[in-house]
């Protein structure tokens, strides 16, 4: 299995500050053929299901804020909250889909400092 | 707009078998561009993927290591939905069921949407 493994475990950033949240895969989870990385990252508040801010590692779903970006490639990637606003509150989570079975990072915890 | 609600029973005895199903509204279970996944979610585990069933020219399941041997996905075509069923349960099988759905036809199998998931307590 890929082993996905994100750093830190929590995070406290101020309002209006950079949030960074890194995720390293065991395998890279670059295709060659396509060049694309099979790589997303999730936002999950109290009670609700996981919500999809990020695939092939940088491409913004849909009516996600341009604040949310994703970085790199291979086994290295960062989600970055340029701007932390207060319902960013979350857990967020990273999850390969290159191969089965898919994995996901064990969350990181996202607080107002 | 694809949406799905989750239906089942919300506590198991050990040994018996879970059982859940994911309704879908927006699109056919049977389309071939989408994969009908459940993942579950534990304290112990995090976020863990159980499997998934798709259809192209036929239907197929794939599924989790970890549940390999008690599991099985399954579309019904009739009802728009898919079932999990997952046999001889313990303790370590209680969390929070989500079922959610995957793009085939493009790679871009992130998950997207989900429903809004069941918590199941396996307890006597």
């Known amino acids: 299995d890929i082993v996905m493994t994100q750093s830190p475990d929590s995070l406290a950033v101020s309002l209006g500050e950079r949030a960074t949240i890194n995720c390293k895969s065991s395998q890279s989870v670059l295709y060659s053929p396509n060049n694309k990385n099979y790589l997303a990252w999730y936002q999950q508040k109290p009670g609700q299901p996981p919500r999809l801010l990020i695939y092939w590692a940088s491409t913004r779903e849909s009516g996600v804020p341009d604040r949310f970006s994703g970085s790199g490639s291979g086994t290295d990637f960062t989600l970055t909250i340029s701007s932390l606003q207060a319902e960013d509150v979350a857990v967020y989570s990273c999850q390969q889909y290159y191969r089965i079975p898919y994995t996901f990072g064990q969350g990181t915890n996202l607080e107002i400092k | 707009q694809v949406q799905l609600q989750q239906s089942g029973p919300g506590l198991v005895k050990p040994s018996q078998t879970l059982s859940l199903t994911c309704a879908i509204s927006?699109?056919?279970?049977?389309?071939?561009?989408?994969?009908w996944n459940w993942i579950r979610q534990s304290p112990s585990r995090g976020l863990e993927w159980l499997g998934r069933?798709?259809?192209?020219?036929?239907?197929?399941?794939d599924y989790g290591v970890s549940v390999q041997g008690r599991i099985s996905i399954h579309p019904d075509t009739s009802k728009n939905q898919f079932s999990l069923q997952l046999k001889s349960v313990t303790p370590e099988d209680t969390g929070v069921y989500y079922c959610a759905r995957a793009s085939i036809m493009t790679g871009q199998l992130a998950f997207d949407p989900w429903g809004q998931g069941t918590l199941v307590i396996v307890s006597s």
């Open positions: 069933t798709y259809c192209r020219t036929g239907c197929t399941s």
């Open positions: 927006g699109e056919s279970v049977s389309e071939s561009n989408a994969a």
